[in-house]
Nanobody
Framework: QVQLVESGGGLVQAGGSLRLSCVASGSILHINDMAWYRQAPGKQRDFIARIASGGNTNYVDSVKDRFTISRDNAKNTVYLQMNSLKPEDTAVYYC??????????????????WGQGTQVTVSS
């Protein structure tokens, strides 16, 4: 099993910045894609950004010029740098990762894990 834990959320003024972090733990052999999603009150969970193991990225248009996704493979961590925040960015932000896990005693197994989410609130 692989667990993901997000951190870095909080309350900020419009125009401010936050950096979210998501750390994966467990018997990880390899992480493929890592991604960020968000869910605002009364809305569905939407894709924001993803980054592949090789570093290729893609973003939803609404955040493309303001947010940057990155990863540190040595730390099993994905980041989301959020600049020029707007009130409409207010949401619970979730990270997602897929890959393979295992140990000396077991063969590799696939995983697809979600974090519990971190609240981001942007005030005007």
């Amino acid at each position: 099993q692989v667990q993901l834990v997000e951190s870095g959320g909080g309350l900020v003024q419009a125009g401010g910045s936050l950096r979210l972090s998501c750390v994966a733990s467990g018997s990880i052999l390899h992480i493929n894609d890592m991604a960020w999603y968000r869910q605002a009150p009364g809305k569905q969970r939407d894709f924001i950004a993803r980054i592949a193991s090789g570093g290729n990225t893609n973003y939803v248009d609404s955040v493309k010029d303001r947010f940057t996704i990155s990863r540190d493979n040595a730390k099993n961590t994905v980041y989301l740098q959020m600049n020029s925040l707007k009130p409409e960015d207010t949401a619970v932000y979730y990270c997602n990762a897929d890959g393979q896990y295992g140990d000396y005693w077991t063969s590799p197994r696939p995983f697809n894990s979600w974090g519990q989410g971190t609240q981001v609130t942007v005030s005007s």
